[in-house]
């Protein structure tokens, strides 16, 4: 009964902040404004601090600041993302001629965040900022798994990429996009990831926010994944945008397009898309045949509208299909997937005091997922299995923003339903059972609501940043098909939480050029649908069968950041050293008393909590301006992992690696030449409980250029895997045949892109 006047309230209070929000939008006095954009990308730049005059204050999400002009006083603007910059009397003049103010990017931020922009036109180049032909990639997590700190687990050679992020993985990582949740998975083997629904070629900036520091955007365990589209670009006069993008790869002829077109004017930005790609086998560096199909269609819309001078609202449909994946590491193949996602918004700026916004947002999102493994090589071939499986997801989130002077206040709620359904097949071939078939209930009707408050306050000094995050989250999960066989094993299949979560870091200025910033953070996350209600189904790095455990506890991370960082013109260094003690960690571990439903399984494991476990290590970075013409950047990153309990390392977590680019600039910024060498360091620190194997070291360079002959068009060639190494990730997983997919060999590749957004 609690829990249905909880969820009834967050509903009502939903409704009511957007009819408040509706119905205010027009109340307040209207000023000239002024925008504030990313001199690379156009793309506005929000939370920048100003000062002009006795008037302070912050710019809104869509980069606006209102200000009336005076002859006498400058304008001063402080981001961290962002370098400083004061503007005399004239230039704010001719700002307000112009209507826009262009800022140039730094790499630095209070949170322990990076940010990975995708830039509409081609200028530097750094280790986390990205082209236009990026916007081709196959999906988020191949897009993610190009920079260093982020690992993906690999199920398939070319689909369907899990981030790693500091070992966290799966439902420890909070992937959102513009700040709401995304699709779940349909399949129990995570054929089709969060990651892999993402419409990669409306994304702009991607935020990285590591650890359980900042906590907006939902639970958060280990980090969060936020990838932002743009935020409408309106236009004195009506202009038509498009953007036109295709690509080749010579090892295993993947082919790759995408495009946008629309317009936009005073009170619209109308944008349809879409992209297309496909591949095949292709050969690793040893000359063997890796299976590889897909093929890959999403389209849809962002539409985005001005309801007056302090009012927005937009909307974000997107429906992603595939069909016929090979997976040579599962029993199954993908045949069908089938993904809508919708997105809402409503954004209202306030001329008060203090009170600054009001944004809602609603979302809904539905995947059908269908797979089978009539198409693979088995010998013998004992059973023909086919699953069909699906998940629903919606909610929403309002926040209010106030401005105290130079702090900031962000507080709102928010609510999410998840659940999950489907059914495998297995038609028996051989045997006693022959001729016969049998159904099994996957995920049960299972089912998750959350709903949360959370608070976060940001302190902004000149030598001094801090913020303090908190949030309370009440979980409710039942199962509403529950298999008579796995409620047999609990006393209940329902279940619920209060999680807690609470951060507080800060960073201090050492002069101009240093600073020193400590976070800790605490943060608890209840179990997930697969760890509550998985039913006797191979989803692990083995092939044993997971039960799922709805009385599990919540799992804690208790994680510390100490970062250092020195900055001058031409040199970035920073240190990032982390820790993370969990308790109550969500496991597995093999029950004999089980048997299995497939002969092929060699048991059952259950979902279990680990009462201590521990990640901890170290990010470092160092780039450099060399000279003019000539920059490199060098990264070293490492996980350490333990279970106490096992006294082994935690499965899946990828071993020490270095990364280096050497980026030229040639023709004014016409020509970029760029080499980048990998190296990832043999993993010995294997969880042999769960049938893990060392993986090799391995070295890896790849050569690219750009050229860019005009401003709209964008030309790219390179070499991937120029010495043509065979290799496989660490967090490759392996086929039946315990042989890991090993990354293609040497590969050519050329991208083009027409831009005029």
């Not at 001005?306 to 069909?323: D, M």
């Amino acid at each position: 009964m609690k829990y249905k006047l909880f969820i009834s309230g967050m509903r009502v209070l939903f409704a009511g902040l957007l009819f408040f929000s509706l119905a205010t939008g027009v109340a307040f006095s209207q000023e000239k404004t002024i925008q504030i954009v990313s001199e690379k990308s156009s793309i506005p730049v929000g939370d920048v601090f100003y000062k002009y005059g006795n008037k302070t204050g912050f710019s809104n999400d869509s980069g606006e600041i209102s200000i009336e002009f005076s002859e006498q006083e400058s304008l001063w603007l402080s981001h961290l993302l962002y370098k400083r910059i004061s503007l005399s009397p004239m230039d704010v003049q001719s700002a307000f001629a112009t209507g826009v103010i262009k800022l140039q990017l730094q790499e630095h931020s209070i949170l322990p965040v990076t940010v990975i922009s995708v830039h509409p036109s081609v200028g530097e180049i750094s280790s986390h900022t990205v082209g236009v032909q990026d916007k081709l990639e196959h999906d988020a997590g191949q897009l993610l798994d190009r920079f260093s700190g982020i690992s993906t687990i690999r199920k398939s050679a070319a689909y369907g990429f899990d981030p790693v992020l500091r070992g966290f993985k799966y439902d420890q990582l909070n992937l959102v996009i513009d700040g709401v949740h995304t699709a779940s998975a349909a399949c129990p083997n995570r054929m089709d990831p969060a990651s892999s629904q993402i419409p990669v070629n409306m994304v702009a900036e991607v935020e990285v926010l590591k650890g359980p520091f900042s906590l907006r955007y939902g639970n958060v365990f280990g980090g969060t994944i936020n990838f932002k589209t743009n935020l409408p670009q309106f236009s004195e006069k009506l202009k038509p945008v498009g953007r036109l993008g295709t690509s080749y790869e010579s090892n295993g002829g993947v082919f790759r397009t995408e495009g946008i077109g629309g317009f936009t004017s005073q009170s619209a930005d109308v944008k349809v898309f879409a992209s297309y790609s496909k591949g095949s086998d292709y050969k690793d560096g040893d000359g063997n045949t890796v299976p590889a199909n897909f093929n890959r269609l999403n389209w849809g819309g962002k539409l985005g509208f001005r309801l007056g001078e302090k009012q927005t609202i937009g909307f974000l449909v997107s429906n992603n299909r595939a069909h016929d994946v090979d997976f040579p590491t599962l029993p199954m193949d993908l045949r069908e997937d089938n993904t809508w996602l919708l997105n809402a918004n409503h954004a209202l700026f306030f001329n008060r005091k203090n009170l600054s916004s009001l944004q809602t947002a609603l979302y809904t999102t539905k995947v059908d997922h269908l797979m089978d493994n009539l198409d693979k090589v088995i010998n013998p071939r004992t059973v023909d299995a086919v699953s069909d499986a699906s998940t629903i997801n919606y909610g929403g989130r309002s926040e209010l923003r106030f401005d105290f002077a130079e702090n900031k206040l962000f507080t709102g709620i928010d609510y999410r339903f998840e659940g999950a359904d489907g059914f495998r097949t297995r038609a028996m071939l051989m045997g006693p059972m022959a001729g016969k078939s049998l159904t099994d209930n996957i995920w049960q009707d299972a089912q998750i609501q959350r709903g949360g408050v959370f608070g976060e306050f940001h302190l902004d000094r000149r030598s001094f940043q801090a913020v303090f995050s908190a949030r309370l989250d009440y979980n409710s999960a039942v199962a509403n098909n529950a298999d008579p066989a796995f409620a047999a094993l609990f006393e209940s299949v329902e279940s619920e939480w209060l999680n807690p979560s609470v951060s507080l870091g800060g960073t201090k200025m050492l002069g101009q050029k240093m600073s020193v910033g400590l976070w800790l953070g605490s943060a608890q996350r209840s179990p997930g649908i697969a760890e509550r209600y998985i039913n006797f189904f191979p989803i692990g790095i083995d092939p044993y069968e997971m039960v799922g455990n709805p009385q599990l506890k919540p799992e804690t991370n208790n994680q510390a950041d100490l970062i250092f960082q020195f900055e001058t013109i031409a040199t970035d260094f920073s240190i990032n050293l982390f820790s993370s003690f969990l308790h109550n960690y969500i496991s597995s571990e093999i029950d004999p008393a089980l048997k299995p439903r497939l002969v092929t399984s060699p048991g059952v494991r259950r979902f279990v909590n680990i009462e201590k476990a521990r990640m901890s290590g170290f990010e470092m970075s160092w780039k450099q301006q060399i000279f003019s013409f000539l920059k490199h950047d060098f990264n070293l990153v490492y996980t350490y992992a333990l279970n106490p309990e096992l006294d082994e390392p935690l499965p899946e977590i990828p071993p020490m690696e270095i990364t280096y680019r050497l980026t030229g600039s040639f023709l004014r910024n016409k020509i970029q030449p760029e080499v980048f060498f990998r190296h990832a360091f043999k993993q010995d620190r294997i969880a042999v409980s769960y049938g893990e194997t060392e993986s090799p070291a391995f070295d890896v360079v790849d050569l690219k250029c750009l050229w860019l002959p005009v401003k709209a068009i964008t030309v790219s060639a390179g070499i991937q895997n120029l010495f043509d190494v065979a290799y496989y990730e660490h967090l490759s997983r392996k086929a039946p045949d315990k042989k890991p997919i090993y990354s293609p060999g040497r590969s050519f590749y050329a991208t083009v892109t027409f831009n005029f957004l």
